[in-house]
């Protein structure tokens, strides 16, 4: 059935369908006669278990030969590639909790539970002065950077951005809550510093900028805290998505949601670089990805 929707929706000249099949399956058109064969062995998870496969998938994506353009960006970042990280990811943190608040509204598990609200709580209301939230630190970032906060928190997000937060948060109102777990705990293997051990070609920046001064001292805190959390905070809750889709027998539907998630993201780091662009022409040169 879903190797016959492709078959389709190519035959179509659809561009997303084609992109996503040239990304992920095959750019050959010969191998589209091989289709349901190779849709069965990306799908497959047998060997790997799920929280591999996902890992997998998602450096591939991002951190493979091809890396994601803002994660080249962010290497050594530009100011204007600072700026539109700030502007753009202000809106990714509130749906952040709005969508591990639709886990909290649906699960009856108290480990669930527990990670969410102990996520929620780092990622937006932090612990005092001594560990202020990941969003209190990227505003801070902004302003070093020689934004205002009213700026920041006025500033619309950009179309790309806004479709971004539609998907994830449809996703938490109409998908099972361990679908919405994948979805979005998935997406901080971005800042999972021991990515390369599985695999990846580089890291979501490169460390050393902690340690000059290439960047503002706000900036570090922020990419600092990601780094330090985002081990944790991605791959215990992918662990418990592993366990909770084979329970519920869900496995497939985790798979499909998790894959939508990330391609919404693929397309929010652009927009990141797109802000970027408003503040520094010569951005434009990372978006020559292709497909």
Do not use: C
Request: hydrophobic share 40%; aromatic share 10%; charged share 25%.
């Amino acid at each position: 059935m879903l190797a016959a929707h492709f078959t389709e929706q190519t035959r179509n000249s659809d561009v997303g369908h084609v992109m996503w099949l040239n990304r992920n399956i095959t750019k050959d058109s010969k191998d589209k006669t091989r289709l349901p064969g190779l849709l069965a062995d990306f799908l497959d998870p047998s060997d790997l278990g799920l929280r591999r496969w996902i890992k997998d998938r998602f450096i591939h994506r991002f951190f493979g030969d091809r890396p994601h353009p803002f994660v080249l960006s962010l290497q050594h970042p530009s100011k204007a590639v600072l700026v539109g990280y700030v502007l753009e990811h202000q809106h990714f943190l509130r749906q952040w909790v709005r969508s591990l608040s639709w886990v909290l509204a649906k699960t009856d598990s108290p480990e669930a539970t527990k990670e969410e609200l102990d996520n929620i709580t780092t990622e937006f209301y932090g612990f005092g002065d001594a560990r202020p939230s990941h969003y209190e630190l990227l505003l801070r970032m902004g302003e070093s950077l020689g934004l205002k906060r009213e700026e920041i928190l006025s500033t619309e997000p950009l179309p790309a951005t806004a479709q971004a937060i539609s998907t994830w948060q449809e996703i938490g109102e109409k998908r099972h809550w361990v679908e919405t777990m994948a979805a979005m705990h998935s997406l901080e293997l971005i800042a999972n510093r021991d990515v390369k051990k599985d695999g990846a070609k580089l890291t979501y920046f490169d460390p050393s900028i902690l340690k000059s001064g290439e960047v503002t001292e706000q900036t570090k805190a922020f990419l600092w805290e990601g780094y330090e959390a985002d081990v944790e905070h991605s791959e215990i809750p992918l662990e418990m998505v592993e366990r909770f889709a084979s329970s519920y027998g869900i496995v497939d539907k985790v798979q499909f949601t998790f894959l939508r998630s990330m391609e919404a993201f693929d397309s929010y780091l652009m927009a990141r670089l797109e802000r970027g662009m408003q503040f520094d022409r010569g951005l434009s040169v990372f978006t020559g990805r292709g497909s």
